[in-house]
């Protein structure tokens, strides 16, 4: 079984602080996905990282894949109310095409 | 114009009885998927179908029966309900299943009794 896990489970936070949320895993990943999740909504995809140390940007959240493609890290520069939420890392299986492991979450709260 | 959406939003059933959470996605993808959230947010995979066809069966009790008459709809039936059925589940869709994005549906909480 593929697992991920995330730290930290839980965040509190101070507008304008900045924030990395890890995600990691034993196992290699053929790409790993970050989903935010808003409460009675469904997750929503932030980005897809596909190869090995590979950084993606998006605004003020900063994506890393590891070398290995085995972890990841997210990190968010100046965090915002709007950042609240539920952070989930998911990696796409190597072997079993179609199959999403998701990670046990992240959930950040930024104060105002 | 929603493109995932699953109904009902909420399910409140008693122990033992048969219910039903449907999936429509009009997004013209080919994989669907029903994912499980327990109380804890940990979101599992239960099962995903590719153009009407079953890929992916978790470990999930045969109660729990997917249906999908065709590439847009994914119904979940659940016999039997029992306490610790309760959870959020969600469908998602996707075009494809590598490295694409699935788009989830707002969820079901399914509350059992």
């Known amino acids: 079984t593929q697992l991920l896990e995330q730290s930290p489970q839980f965040l509190s936070i101070q507008e304008g602080e900045n924030l990395t949320v890890y995600c990691n895993s034993s196992?290699?990943?053929?790409?790993l996905q970050w989903y935010r999740q808003e409460p009675g909504e469904g997750p929503v995809l932030l980005v897809t990282?596909?190869?090995?140390?590979e950084v993606k940007k998006l605004k003020r959240l900063t994506f890393q894949f590891g070398d290995a493609r085995k972890d990841s890290s997210l990190h968010i520069t100046a965090a915002q109310p709007g950042d609240t939420g539920l952070y989930l890392c998911a990696g796409l299986s190597n072997t079993n095409a179609g199959k999403s492991t998701f990670g046990d979450g992240t959930t950040l709260t930024v104060k105002p | 114009d929603t493109a995932v959406s699953q109904t009902p939003k909420y399910l409140v059933t008693q122990m033992g009885n048969d219910k039903s959470i449907k999936c429509e996605q009009n997004l013209g993808h080919d994989t669907m998927y029903w994912y499980k959230q327990d109380s804890k947010k940990f979101l599992k995979i239960m099962f995903s179908?590719?153009?009407?066809?079953?890929?992916i069966n978790e470990t999930v009790p045969n109660r729990f029966s997917p249906k999908s008459p065709d590439k847009a709809h994914l119904n979940l039936h659940i016999n039997s309900l029992e306490l610790g059925d309760s959870a959020v589940y969600f469908c998602?869709?996707?075009?494809?299943?590598?490295?694409?994005?699935?788009?989830f549906g707002q969820g079901t909480r399914l509350t059992v009794v």
């Open positions: 998602a869709s996707s075009q494809g299943w590598e490295n694409t994005e699935a788009f």
């Open positions: 179908y590719n153009n009407k066809e079953l890929i």
């Open positions: 196992s290699v990943f053929s790409s």
């Open positions: 990282v596909v190869t090995g140390g």
